[in-house]
């Protein structure tokens, strides 16, 4: 059986849950499910195996496990970000006229998880939920120049995947722009991962001092001059600010 399957039969087991079916037993399940009897124990297994699932303590039922709490609370989070950025990316999108987005990190990688495009015929929008590597990219690299230098050590560790002739590859190279950008509090990027593209983003932290994610405004290169960076740099980091205080933090 293909483990497209297999996930899909998973699927099915966990969905026949609800408010009122909290506790199932596995007869229940498969035929809810639509799944043979004689399989479904072997799903059921996997599901309690990885904490998805749970067994009744003496009893012939099943109920949602515990992880699935994890999960919950990432979207959970991600939706109160969201929702306390908007309207401060919204306002940043009109003044400057250009793609405001905001990023997240998850384990070595960068994940742009809402954005306001710009209204402007020429623009930059980066598509949502789409992973880079940390190291490439102004939205990405200050996040990671305000995590642990532990964690700079890790990704350095590893091939510096290159997207351009810009990207930095050399990790001694990365580390020195790290360094640069938690200095200056924000990051600027030129075509590192798309040719004609240029970047701004500061850092947004919780209330432990965390860097949790980054507000960043993409444009196209051809809409690039020295007066437009300067703007873009002084209101994102002010925007940053401003939801970083929004969420806890008061530096």
Not at 92 to 110: C, F
Not at 127 to 147: R, S
Not at 177 to 186: F, S
Not at 200 to 223: D, E, Q, W
Request: proline share 4%; net charge neutral.
């Amino acid at each position: 059986m293909s483990d497209f399957k297999s996930l899909d039969r998973a699927f099915k087991i966990l969905f026949v849950f609800s408010k009122t079916d909290k506790h199932l037993t596995a007869e229940t399940i498969a035929e809810r499910a639509g799944l043979p009897r004689g399989s479904v124990y072997r799903y059921i297994n996997a599901l309690i195996e990885n904490k998805l699932l749970e067994k009744d303590e003496g009893k012939n039922t099943f109920r949602l496990g515990f992880r699935l709490l994890y999960f919950s609370e990432i979207i959970h989070y991600n939706t109160t970000l969201e929702k306390v950025a908007q309207p401060f990316m919204e306002r940043l999108a009109k003044t400057l006229e250009e793609t405001v987005q905001l990023t997240i990190k998850d384990d070595l990688v960068g994940i742009a998880i809402h954005s306001v495009e710009s209204s402007a015929p020429i623009k930059v929008a980066p598509p949502i939920g789409g992973t880079v590597p940390i190291h490439a990219g102004a939205n990405n690299k200050v996040i990671l120049a305000f995590a642990d230098p532990s964690e700079w050590d890790t990704v350095c560790s590893r091939e510096l995947q290159k997207f351009t002739d810009h990207t930095i590859t050399d990790p001694m190279d990365l580390k020195t722009d790290l360094k640069k950008i938690r200095e200056l509090g924000y990051a600027f990027s030129k075509e590192e991962l798309h040719m004609g593209a240029w970047g701004v983003a500061a850092p947004i932290f919780n209330a432990n001092g965390r860097a949790i994610a980054s507000l960043g405004v993409s444009a196209p290169l051809t809409k690039h001059s020295e007066l437009k960076q300067q703007a873009a740099k002084e209101l994102t980091q002010a925007y940053a600010k401003k939801i970083s205080e929004s969420l806890g933090f008061f530096a």
